[in-house]
Nanobody
Framework: QVQLVESGGGTVQTGGSLRLSCADS?????????????MGWFRQAPGLKREFVAS????????DYAYSVKGRFTISRDNAKKILYLQMTSLRPEDTAVYYC???????????????????WGQGTQVTVSS
């Protein structure tokens, strides 16, 4: 079973930066390769639906971003360490949300914006941007 654990959330002022991490703790299946799956970041603010933030495909890696974060956020992955990152800069109060990482259901996937394409969601990490 793939276990994804997010970390790096916190409270920052407007204009600040944070880097989120998502560690994949899968240790059971020798056939499982973190690098074979696309990964994504989503977020959910109170009272709102979960929304797509960014996605990164398997090798060779391509990326996709929601319009609201493009140019401010960067998604990346370290396949050797099995960690997904989200570097967030120029943070705004509207970025306040719980951020989740997830792995696509299908192997060798391109980037995906739709939440049903993902499985193995992490528990989330809170990001709060104060004005």
């Amino acid at each position: 079973q793939v276990q994804l654990v997010e970390s790096g959330g916190g409270t920052v002022q407007t204009g600040g930066s944070l880097r989120l991490s998502c560690a994949d703790s899968e240790r059971i299946s020798p056939e499982y390769d973190f690098s074979d799956y696309a990964m994504g970041w989503f977020r959910q603010a109170p009272g709102l639906k979960r929304e797509f933030v960014a996605s990164i495909s398997f090798r060779p890696e391509s990326t996709d971003y929601a319009y609201s974060v493009k140019g401010r956020f960067t998604i990346s992955r370290d396949n050797a360490k099995k960690i997904l990152y989200l570097q967030m800069t120029s943070l705004r109060p509207e970025d306040t949300a719980v951020y989740y990482c997830a792995r696509t259901r299908l192997i060798y996937s391109s980037t995906r914006r739709d939440a049903p394409a993902y499985t193995n969601w992490g528990q989330g990490t809170q990001v709060t941007v104060s004005s």
